[in-house]
């Protein structure tokens, strides 16, 4: 499709060549200029969903436009300025292996990097980065303007343009600018009739300082989406030199590299700056329970849910009411700002107090407020209304993702962005859309949770949410994804040449363990039987060895038996899981397979739950509403019980033989009208 304005629709020139002075007379006629223009891709919003959306389509070779309501604000980390984390690094390790920035992004503008859950088994292991907000949205917004096929406008999308066979055909704009594409990806965050709250003011809002998205909600309703309002909120921001950190506790980043992009060229090492912790007090404690009723949940003025696992201060106090004391971290926002970021003390106190609590905080009895806390409350469109491609299930061609389909996180979001974006590029293709099982992936739990469940709270992806998450794990996220990348075009020829040499020097060296032997008088065995207090009676590999509590690769290389020096720690420590796990990944594997067979079973597109009399009424009505895809999605259907999934099974089975009875009977019909055919002709 042609394309009528340059990448940088609000800066750039038209592509086309402009018409010279003396061409354009005062009779020239403009009746024709008809406010359109045409792509294969829309993207709407520029959020971390939007981003990776917007840059997939791109990357995938189709004309893509990135609308957003301040390009100043692409990428912006309105919250916690911080990527990854528990569960969360799976999804950015994953959104990197298939192509995605944001690990990436991360990897160029961190502040502070740790490995949390360390003491744990490796299926929780997770990196966590404090990056600069500033460097990232700028990272982020330099790398959109330059990706080829990718073009940016400043716009708000107000209405969705929509055929008569119900397929998108575009948006259209506050200022009434049409935009025609197959495919458009909503991914509007919190803005969609935004309102922030601080104690009883509000004020219109997508987040502090900017406006909110008005009409698209409405336009959405016309067309008989659901909507609702969901509610989070941040907490203030403070000016660093006014905190006394003599006496708080250093939290201070990890000295080994760790990377959330398998690519080494993302690499950039730098210095790492400090965060602290302080604690809530008696007079924290205080100061809130007598001020409860000055809150927009508590004073009962906002009644939408706000996130379970990223509490307010207040939620903390009145549900824990046995805890004396609760952590506050302080985190630098950037390296040239003195903000810091008070994590765990989001609050929706009145303003007039919220200075007065911060200052109850040990080290912050000086402090100076530089942004006080909000809340924010939003529409979003509960994601049970799409299919496991983010595809609505009404609009063939319309696809939702990110804090629209009621998650929170950036990661959440970038992770539906990345699929959203690559299915809406198929559809411009009219190719077959892509959809990650649960068991490939966290996006593919992440997704399989939203679109299979009636949730009417934020939505955070845990790690106890998958079932199979020493399969998951972070450092595996690109033997496992990868090929998916490559073959969809996101993953480019170096990074996948890159991928197969790392891949098969993981495997050498597997081979390498399994059939080097050492004698049980060897001072490496020695050690291990030591280290371990367990006895070596023969010969043994030192994959053997390498599996006994205790025992870690460093101590083969110790004693010489370390392998190529090609070999980079994070190779070696996938090795080590990889050997140490091996029982448990198997184990795990073979559950695995047993459940898949019966899980990946189809369901008919026309079958009527209602007709199956041997379910209850409530599971009729939920499979009816969700329509799932295969048995693994309506058992996962909440209301749904084992006994109903075997009723269905049942009704499968009988519908399928007496298809198959109908199948050779008409076979056999068949057979015999040419039977008679040929007799008659002799």
């Known amino acids: 499709m042609t394309v009528a304005a340059g990448r940088h629709l609000s800066t750039r020139a038209s592509s086309s060549p402009s018409p010279s002075p003396s061409r354009v007379s005062s009779g020239t006629d403009w009746s024709n200029v008809t406010g359109e223009e045409h792509f294969d891709v829309i993207v709407v919003g520029g959020g971390h969903a939007g981003c990776e959306a917007a840059l997939a389509a791109a990357r995938m070779g189709v004309q893509t436009l990135l609308l957003s309501i301040n390009l100043d604000r692409i990428a912006w980390q309105p919250c916690n300025p911080a990527i990854g984390g528990p569960a969360k690094s799976q999804l950015v390790h994953e959104i990197d292996a298939l192509g995605g ?69 575009g948006v259209r704009t506050y200022f009434g600018m049409v935009f025609r594409a197959p495919s458009v990806v909503l991914t509007t965050g919190t803005f969609m009739n935004g309102k922030i709250w601080v104690g009883r003011n509000a004020m219109p809002a997508g987040r502090a300082g900017e406006a909110p998205s008005l009409g698209l909600t409405e336009d959405l309703q016309r067309l008989g989406f659901e909507t609702d309002r969901l509610k989070t909120g941040t907490p203030a921001r403070v000016d660093r030199r006014t905190i006394d950190f003599s006496g708080l506790e250093e939290q201070r980043g990890d000295e080994d590299d760790r990377w959330f992009s398998f690519d080494p060229k993302a690499h950039v090492p730098r210095e790492q700056m400090c965060c602290h912790l302080t604690r809530t007090t ?7 329970n007598e001020n409860l009723h000055e ?31 609760h952590q506050i971290f302080l985190e630098p926002e950037g390296r040239d700002t003195p903000e810091t970021y008070v994590q765990g003390f989001s609050t929706g106190l009145p303003e007039r107090l919220q200075l007065a609590m911060l200052r ?16 924010v409350e939003y529409d979003f469109l509960p994601a049970m209304q799409c299919l496991p491609s983010l595809q609505t299930r009404s609009i063939q061609g319309l696809f939702f993702s990110g804090q629209l389909n009621g998650t929170t996180g950036y990661e959440e979001a970038a992770a539906q962005g990345l699929l959203a974006g690559m299915n809406a590029a198929l559809n411009a293709q009219s190719k077959k859309l892509l959809i990650l099982p649960r068991e490939s992936s966290y996006i593919g739990t992440l997704i399989d949770d939203l679109v299979t469940k009636d949730l009417r709270e934020p939505y955070r992806m845990l790690t106890s949410r998958s079932e199979h998450r020493l399969l998951l794990r972070a450092d595996n996220a690109d033997a496992r994804l990868t090929q998916l990348g490559w073959d969809a075009g996101l993953v480019t020829k170096d990074r996948w040449d890159m991928h197969q040499a790392k891949m098969a020097r993981v495997d050498e060296e597997k081979a390498r363990l399994g059939e080097t032997r050492v004698g049980v008088d060897h001072p490496l065995a020695l050690e291990c039987a030591e280290v371990s207090k367990q006895g070596i009676k023969e010969a043994t590999t030192l994959e053997v060895l390498l599996r006994r509590p205790h025992v870690h690769y460093k101590l083969l290389e110790e004693h010489g038996f370390g392998g190529v020096e090609t070999l980079s720690d994070v190779e070696k420590e996938r090795v080590e899981v990889d050997i140490k796990y091996s029982g448990f990944i198997a184990r795990q594997q073979r559950q695995l397979d047993q459940s898949s067979s019966k899980h990946a079973r189809e369901l008919p597109n026309g079958i009527d739950y209602f007709a199956i009399t041997t379910m209850c009424q409530e599971s009729r009505e939920k499979l009816s509403k969700f329509r799932p895809q295969n048995i693994g999605q309506a058992s996962r259907i909440g209301g749904v019980s084992p006994a109903d999934i075997t009723s269905l099974l049942l009704h499968l089975s009988i519908n399928q033989r007496r298809d198959d009875k109908k199948e050779k009977k008409s076979r056999r019909d068949v057979y015999r009208e040419k039977m008679k055919e040929a007799n008659a002709s002799v």
């Open 360 to 375: 109850t905080l040990p080290g912050l009895e000086q402090v100076r407020m530089l942004r006080p806390a909000y809340a």
């Open 295 to 325: 809150t927009p949940t508590y004073g009962g003025w906002v009644e939408a849910k706000g996130p379970r696992y990223c509490p307010s201060i207040e939620d903390k106090i009145v549900r824990f009411k046995d805890k004396e004391s």
């Open 282 to 288: 008696a007079a924290t404690h205080q100061l809130v």
């Open 101 to 169: 920035e944001m690990g990436r992004i991360a990897d160029s503008s961190y502040l502070q990097r740790r490995v949390l859950n360390r003491s744990k088994g490796p299926a929780v292991w997770a990196l966590r980065a404090q990056t600069d907000k500033k460097e990232y949205s700028a990272n982020m917004r330099q790398v959109v303007e330059n990706t080829p096929n990718l073009f940016i406008r400043e716009a708000m999308a107000t209405e969705l343009v929509v055929g008569p066979n119900d397929n998108i055909e």
